[in-house]
Each structure stands twice: as C-alpha cells, then as structure tokens.
C-alpha cells in the first residue's frame, strides 16, 4: 500500500473578507506538505449563516495571476464576478473553476437568494498552480453545474469525478472540468462500514481531506473531520474504511507535480521574483481589466 507520509491537524480558522470562515489545510508558504500541482486549500468547515438583508457577505474585487482558483459549493451558493467575463451562480454540488493565467480581477459573495435566506453553508477552495508555459494563459472561467458531474457509486459509497479519471472496476469516467496537467479531484463518500479502495498513478501527489466522518487509512491510521491525510508519491493502493455511523466525505486530490521554481506574493503565483514585480505593476496599470 502507498505510505502514509502524514496526517495533519487543522490550523485555526481566519475569516477571508466577512463571507468565508476557512481552516487552511495546506499553503505553498514554506510548508513541507508537497501537494503540487495543489498550492493551496481553504476549507469553510459547515456553519449557519442568519438571513441578512445588509449587503451580502463576501469579498470583493482582488486579482489572481498564475494559477487557477477551484470552489466547490457543498451547501450554500456563491455569486462570482470576474474581469473575463465569467461569472454566475454556484449553488449545492457546483465547482467553479478559473483560470487566472495572464490576470484576472473577481469578486466572490454569498448570492442574494442565499443571503435572505440564511442557512448552513460549506465551501472548499482549491488553488492549482499553472506551469511556466500555460502561465500567461489568457483568463477563463469554467461553470461545472452539479448535473454535468459524473457519479459512480456501488454497495461501499460512491465517487464524484470533478476533475482526471476515475478507472475503478467500472468503467473509467472523465470529470468535466478542463485542466492544464494531469490531476484529479474527486468527491469521495464511503458508507458507514465499508471500505473503499483506490489506485492512483505512481507519479501523483495524492492527499485526502476529511470533510466529515472518521476513517481508518491502509489499516493502520486514524483520521477525522478537518485533517489532511497526505502520501508519498509511490506505487500501492490506498484503503479508506470508514469506522463511524454515518457516511464519511472526503475530497481526494492527487496530480503529478509541477517541478519548477515557485515565486509567491498574495495572490500572483509565478516563476521569478522578477514575474512578481511585472505582475504587481501590470495589474496597478489596469492590464487584468475591471469590474464594473
């Protein structure tokens, strides 16, 4: 079986704007947890929002530049608003995916419906770096409604392909979602009491975050609600037996890594530190467009 590298505790949660209380799983700010092609992962654990008839909450326009931005509405529904155009509804089991490449602006908030009506709301945010080639890509953005999601499910639980390809013993199914390199993203829901078990390419990074439940990996270790279950990049299978009484959620991300030189600053994602200067100066000159 594939070796367990480490399980994770949660850091304490910050409010990003006044929209999104999140726990960050994992950062590519000086932290050893190796995911890439992942950078980053903001987990809004589940929480009640009251009706409110103030302006939504949320947070407005920022630029991104680099990488892409993934949000998968678990409960809830997020208005989205970006400089190429690309914007609507995320609602309950929608992803939204958008490639920054060479600059984008948006904004993100609770939509209007949601916020009159209040009510419990789970978010998870993914950050996918870009390789140097895609990284001046032009801006996108991907809506990927529930309804287009493929779904395999059998006696044990079932798996939600967002992104890559699931080849279990049915056939293979592609997630909808265009990527730039090789990864996956999947919703992975095990029954209470089962086991499910999963091969992934020997070259991937691959990492399993609890989103609900408790499960037992490879036999051998526990893992709860909120930790970051992550493994060597190696050939074997891995095991998730779920030991609660109710099914347990998780998002499985794997991909084979990017192996380049990152460069960080906020929300620019690049391969020099001279790329970083470019990027803060052509987003200053109004080169990655406006929200009206």
Same mark, same amino acid.
């Given at each position: 079986? *594939?070796?367990?590298?480490?399980?994770?505790?949660? /850091?304490?949660?910050?409010?990003? =704007?006044?929209?999104?209380?999140?726990?960050?799983?994992? @950062?590519?700010?000086?932290?050893?947890?190796?995911?890439? &092609?992942?950078?980053?992962?903001?987990?809004?654990?589940?929480? !009640?929002?009251? &009706?409110?008839?103030?302006?939504? *909450?949320?947070?407005?326009?920022?630029?991104?530049?680099?990488?892409?931005?993934?949000?998968?509405?678990?409960?809830?529904?997020?208005?989205?608003? $970006? @400089?190429?155009? =690309?914007?609507?509804?995320?609602?309950?089991? $929608?992803?939204?995916?958008?490639?920054?490449?060479?600059?984008?602006?948006?904004?993100?908030?609770?939509?209007? %419906?949601?916020?009159?009506?209040?009510?419990?709301?789970?978010?998870?945010?993914?950050?996918?770096?870009?390789?140097?080639?895609?990284?001046?890509?032009?801006?996108?953005?991907?809506?990927? +409604?529930?309804?287009?999601? /493929?779904?395999?499910? $059998?006696?044990?639980? @079932?798996?939600?392909?967002?992104? =890559?390809?699931?080849?279990?013993?049915?056939?293979?199914?592609? +997630?909808?979602?265009?990527?730039?390199?090789?990864?996956?993203?999947?919703?992975?829901?095990?029954?209470?009491?089962?086991?499910?078990?999963?091969?992934?390419?020997? @070259?991937?990074?691959?990492?399993?975050?609890? *989103?609900? +439940?408790?499960? %037992?990996?490879?036999?051998?270790?526990?893992?709860?609600?909120?930790?970051?279950?992550?493994?060597?990049?190696?050939?074997?299978?891995?095991?998730?037996?779920?030991? =609660?009484?109710?099914?347990? !959620?998780?998002?499985?991300?794997?991909?084979? &890594?990017?192996?380049? &030189?990152?460069?960080?600053? +906020?929300?620019?994602?690049?391969?020099?530190?001279?790329?970083?200067?470019?990027?803060?100066?052509?987003?200053?000159?109004?080169?990655?467009?406006?929200?009206?």
């Amino acid at each position: 079986m *594939r070796t367990i590298k480490q399980i994770y505790n949660a /850091p304490h949660t910050h409010w990003v =704007g006044n929209g999104f209380k999140v726990a960050p799983l994992f @950062s590519h700010m000086g932290e050893d947890k190796q995911i890439s &092609p992942f950078l980053m992962l903001d987990y809004a654990a589940p929480m !009640e929002f009251a &009706p409110n008839q103030a302006a939504p *909450r949320g947070v407005g326009a920022h630029p991104h530049r680099g990488i892409e931005t993934v949000t998968i509405a678990y409960a809830g529904e997020v208005a989205h608003r $970006d @400089s190429s155009g =690309g914007g609507g509804v995320i609602k309950q089991g $929608d992803v939204q995916w958008m490639t920054a490449g060479n600059g984008i602006v948006h904004e993100e908030f609770h939509s209007l %419906e949601f916020s009159a009506r209040g009510g419990r709301f789970e978010m998870a945010q993914l950050w996918v770096n870009l390789p140097r080639e895609h990284k001046r890509t032009p801006a996108g953005y991907q809506h990927i +409604g529930a309804n287009t999601i /493929p779904v395999i499910t $059998d006696e044990n639980g @079932s798996v939600r392909v967002i992104a =890559g390809k699931y080849a279990g013993k049915y056939a293979g199914k592609l +997630g909808p979602a265009d990527t730039f390199t090789e990864l996956n993203v999947w919703d992975v829901s095990v029954n209470a009491g089962a086991e499910m078990v999963f091969s992934l390419p020997e @070259s991937h990074n691959l990492a399993l975050v609890i *989103r609900h +439940g408790e499960v %037992e990996l490879n036999g051998s270790q526990r893992a709860a609600e909120t930790q970051l279950a992550v493994f060597e990049r190696e050939a074997g299978e891995i095991r998730i037996r779920n030991t =609660g009484g109710k099914p347990a !959620e998780i998002l499985l991300l794997s991909g084979v &890594p990017i192996d380049e &030189p990152i460069a960080a600053y +906020g929300p620019f994602v690049m391969n020099t530190q001279e790329e970083l200067v470019e990027s803060v100066r052509e987003f200053n000159e109004g080169k990655y467009g406006w929200l009206d």
